[in-house]
């Protein structure tokens, strides 16, 4: 059973726009989490959002986090090539166990 | 990779031959997962570890077994591979068992014909 749902499938911007990419699901989490996957590569942290935050920041990312929409959105300002990746939201239910439930992902592609 | 290795890294096997994954970690963290990734479906868990010799079955388990011997180690098997496991499969860590990231080892590719 898929938790998370993204939207888009896939985003193709121009170097330096913000990219957008949006993460709903089902069931109440204590977090929501994305990671960033290079093709032929494992997945890499980019930020936590706990059920009790609204937003978070770190460097160029900004996730907000609506528990009463069940959704989610990472924005990634002034995109650069480097940031082409896949996006995976990720969400740990409340039962906790850190079993996380992952997204379909979101295909990025910056370019020049 | 955060001190995550697995092994290994490729493979192309037949189907009905047993096939052992190896993921060791350097970072002494007491949660392992392994995963698989398809097209079309993320991530899925198909088992995951909470300690030595302590394991449980994930979303996908059917057809595959684990087991930790070591704190390091933590092996996936699949019995009797079959065409539909044909998959990248991402072993991953974690410290605690909540509230916490996982990070990722590489990945395996394995191609069952």
């Known amino acids: 059973s898929q938790q998370g749902e993204e939207d888009p499938q896939a985003l193709s911007i121009q170097e330096g726009e913000n990219a957008t990419m949006n993460c709903s699901y089902k069931?109440?989490?204590?977090?929501l989490q994305w990671y960033r996957q290079n093709s032929g590569r494992g997945l890499v942290h980019l930020i936590l959002?706990?059920?009790?935050?609204r937003e978070k920041h770190s460097g160029r990312l900004r996730v907000t986090l609506d528990t009463s929409k069940k959704s989610s959105s990472l924005l990634i300002t002034a995109s650069r090539a480097a940031d082409t990746a896949s996006y995976f939201c990720a969400t740990e239910g409340i039962q906790g166990a850190q079993k996380l439930v992952f997204g379909q992902g979101t295909r990025l592609t910056i370019n020049p | 990779d955060a001190g995550i290795t697995q092994s290994p890294r490729h493979k192309v096997t037949e189907t009905g031959t047993p096939v052992t994954l190896r993921c060791h970690q350097t970072?002494?963290?007491?949660?392992m997962y392994w995963y698989r990734q398809d097209p079309g479906h993320g991530l899925r868990l198909i088992h995951y570890?909470?300690?030595?010799?302590?394991?449980d079955k994930g979303e996908v388990s059917d057809g595959y077994s684990v087991s930790r011997s070591k704190t390091e180690d933590f092996l996936l098997t699949l019995e009797s591979a079959t065409s539909s496991q044909t998959s990248v499969y991402f072993c991953?860590?974690?410290?605690?068992?909540?509230?916490?990231?996982?990070?990722f080892g590489p990945g395996t590719r394995l191609l069952v014909l």
């Open positions: 959002i706990r059920s009790n935050e």
């Open positions: 069931t109440s989490i204590n977090n």
């Open positions: 970072e002494n963290h007491r949660y």
């Open positions: 991953a860590i974690s410290e605690t068992t909540t509230q916490e990231t996982q990070y």
């Open positions: 570890s909470y300690g030595v010799k302590d394991t």
